[in-house]
């Protein structure tokens, strides 16, 4: 789901409209439910990645191109 979502730009209702297919009534205002659940679950973790990069002397950042049809 989170995959589908913010990797493949695939909207909540559309992944409902999937689910509904595969007969899994699984309703958007679930999978939205669940996303802000595991936002807060991941929160320490990008605290914690936040604090060490700030710590960092240097960041380095790819900006490597890439062409968008």
């Known amino acids: 789901m989170i995959v589908a979502k913010y990797c493949d730009g695939l ?3 559309r992944q409902e409209g999937i689910l509904k297919r595969y007969a899994a009534e699984i309703t958007r205002t679930t999978l939205a439910n669940w996303l802000i659940r595991l936002s807060l679950e991941l ?7 936040q604090e060490t ?12 191109r890439i062409q968008v049809l």
């Not at 929160?43 to 990645?49: A, T």
Request: proline share 9%.
């Open 11 to 13: 909207p909540l209702y």
């Open 43 to 49: 929160q320490p973790l990008v605290n914690l990645l």
């Open 53 to 64: 990069q700030l710590k960092a002397d240097a960041l380095q950042g790819d900006e490597t």
